[in-house]
């Protein structure tokens, strides 16, 4: 898969948001954490503990929601739904050029856009949902209501070009 162009506020080269990563200890580890941060409570996390722009290593340990919670078959199955997701974003790159925006704040960086995968998005929700008694359906939705006007509203990032 080719790397998008991206640049810094000095009009120099840099990596794309997609490159730049984190380690975990495994394959399967990783799709989990994926899952719970594309979910609506993690974009919402991010929104309201975060900056709004990037995603820091604090933010992931004290995401409210820890994979440890979750049984192994659960994990299981957040996993696949991450990696589902992840499949989507990236065929939808490389055949339709889809799912990926750029933001100029300070240089041209690019980042893949979750709210275009919204089906996706959902099925996270549900299971969670499904799976921990604690976040109601009603409580999902009040976060995806939220979630929709902070991406709306200019604060997460002003200037995005979905080109």
């Known amino acids: 898969m080719a790397l998008h162009t991206t640049n810094d506020h000095r009009a120099g080269p840099t990596l794309p948001a ?7 200890n495994t394959d399967a580890e990783a799709k989990v954490e994926f899952a719970l941060l594309a979910s609506s409570l993690g974009y919402w996390w991010w929104a309201v503990a ?11 340990q004290r995401f409210p929601l820890s994979p440890n919670v979750f049984s192994a078959q ?12 992840r499949v989507e974003l990236e065929m939808h790159y490389v055949y339709l050029e889809m799912h990926y925006v750029y933001k100029d704040n300070r240089g041209r960086i690019g980042n893949w856009h979750l709210p275009s995968c919204a089906g996706h998005v ?6 969670l949902t499904r ?8 409580m999902m939705a009040d976060i995806r209501s939220f979630n929709a006007s902070f991406s709306t509203s200019g604060a997460a990032g002003d200037g995005v070009d979905e080109g």
């Open 122 to 127: 959902r099925a996270i929700d549900d299971a």
């Open 74 to 85: 659960q994990r299981s199955e957040l996993g696949i739904l991450g990696d589902d997701l």
């Open 18 to 24: 997609s490159t730049a990563g984190f380690s975990f």
């Open 131 to 138: 799976m921990r008694p604690s976040l109601t359906s009603g």
């Open 50 to 60: 975060g900056d709004g722009f990037n995603l820091k290593k604090w933010l992931i």
